[in-house]
């Protein structure tokens, strides 16, 4: 674990996979089987459960828990104290870890503050949650989702800005069009 930083309040189980360059700072857990990409970075107080995948450039704010079953690809940003969860009809008495479902977060995504994220669902690439939304179905790439339920609001361009009606990006001009429900972008040179 070369140029891996752990703060020497966090707890970090072995085995598990830290890529380089990757910062674990106050008061996290990661659980051995965790694998964490390089460049990550752990904010104070995350938790990180066995078997999770964490891919490379990942933001995790702080009071995040990332519980099993969750996979989350390269780039994603995850808001402060934003929820997980990984059984449908949890009960303290009941053993449920043979019913755990999966969630998806694609590249590029965003999950905002204190927004909670049901499990079994896939969000897509490029997607933007607002704070405090309740995802209980799958978001498509570039979809902005906000409330509860999370509904689409808008799209998203992949620099993280609204785009307007028709599609482009104030920002950074990349341009997008709609195909069957799904906004995908057009090549510069296109």
């Not at 072995?14 to 996290?28: N, Q, S, T, Y």
């Not at 828990?65 to 009809?89: A, Q």
């Not at 906000?146 to 990349?174: F, I, K, Q, T, Y």
């Not at 069957?180 to 040179?189: A, E, L, Q, S, T």
Request: aromatic residues 6%.
């Amino acid at each position: 674990m070369s140029d891996v930083f752990i703060h020497p309040t966090a707890v970090v189980d072995e085995p598990c996979e830290i890529g380089e360059g990757a910062k674990i700072w106050h008061f996290c857990h990661v659980m051995s089987g965790a694998r964490i990409g390089a460049g990550t970075s752990l904010g104070q107080n995350v938790f990180v459960a066995s078997g999770v995948v964490l891919g490379g450039g990942v933001k995790v704010q702080n009071n995040v828990s990332i519980y099993e079953g969750v996979t989350v690809e390269d780039d994603v940003f995850l808001g402060p104290s934003m929820v997980f969860t990984n059984v449908r009809t949890p009960r303290g008495h009941v053993s449920r870890k043979d019913a755990l479902s999966t969630t998806l977060v694609r590249r590029g995504a965003t999950i905002g503050a204190n927004a909670t994220v049901v499990c079994g669902v896939t969000i897509g690439e490029y997607a933007f949650v607002g704070a405090g939304a309740v995802v209980t179905k799958d978001v498509p790439a570039h979809a902005l989702v906000v409330g509860n339920p999370a509904r689409r609001a808008g799209w998203m361009c992949r620099c993280g800005e609204r785009l307007r009606r028709n599609l482009d990006c104030a920002a950074c001009s990349d341009r997008y069009r709609l195909a069957d429900g799904n906004v995908i972008r057009i090549p510069k040179n296109a």
